[in-house]
Nanobody, 126 residues
Framework: QVQLVESGGGSVQTGGSLRLSCAAS????????GGWFRQSPGKEREGVAQ???????TYAESVKGRFTISKDNAKNTLYLQMSSLKPEDTAMYYC????????????????????WGRGTQVTVSS
C-alpha cells in the first residue's frame, strides 16, 4: 500500500523560503511520478509541480522560477523547495504519486494521481 506523508509546512514572511518533504512508502522511488498540489479556502485544488520518472519537471506558471520539485531516490522522498514566497502561496499543500505514464497534457491534473498525502499547511504573511 502506497503511503505519502508530508512535512515542512509552517509560517513565513513574504520573501521567505520553505522546503516541503513527502516521505513515500510502499512504492519504489524510481517508479513513480510525483506531484505537489495546493488548495486554499474557497478555491479548487491546483497543481503546482510535477516530476516524472525520467526527471522531467513541470511547473504551474504562478510558481515558475520560485519553486523547485525534486526526488531523492535514496530516501524515497519528494521535495518542494519554495522561495520568494508570497501571501498568495498560502494554502494546504499536498503531495501525490502515481505509477502510470500519461500524456503530457495530463500534467498537473488531480485526476492523474492515485495516491495522496494528508497535506501540510503553508502560511505566508505580508
Amino acid at each position: 500500500q502506497v503511503q505519502l506523508v508530508e512535512s515542512g509546512g509552517g509560517s513565513v514572511q513574504t520573501g521567505g523560503s520553505l522546503r516541503l518533504s513527502c516521505a513515500a512508502s510502499g512504492v519504489l522511488p524510481s517508479t513513480y511520478y510525483g506531484g505537489w498540489f495546493r488548495q486554499s479556502p474557497g478555491k479548487e485544488r491546483e497543481g503546482v509541480a510535477q516530476i516524472d520518472v525520467d526527471g522531467r519537471t513541470t511547473y504551474a506558471e504562478s510558481v515558475k522560477g520560485r519553486f523547485t520539485i525534486s526526488k531523492d531516490n535514496a530516501k524515497n522522498t519528494l521535495y518542494l523547495q519554495m522561495s520568494s514566497l508570497k501571501p498568495e502561496d498560502t494554502a494546504m499543500y499536498y503531495c501525490a504519486a502515481d505509477l502510470r505514464s500519461f500524456h503530457t497534457s495530463w500534467s498537473l491534473r488531480q485526476a492523474r494521481f492515485s495516491y495522496w498525502g494528508r497535506g501540510t499547511q503553508v502560511t505566508v504573511s505580508s
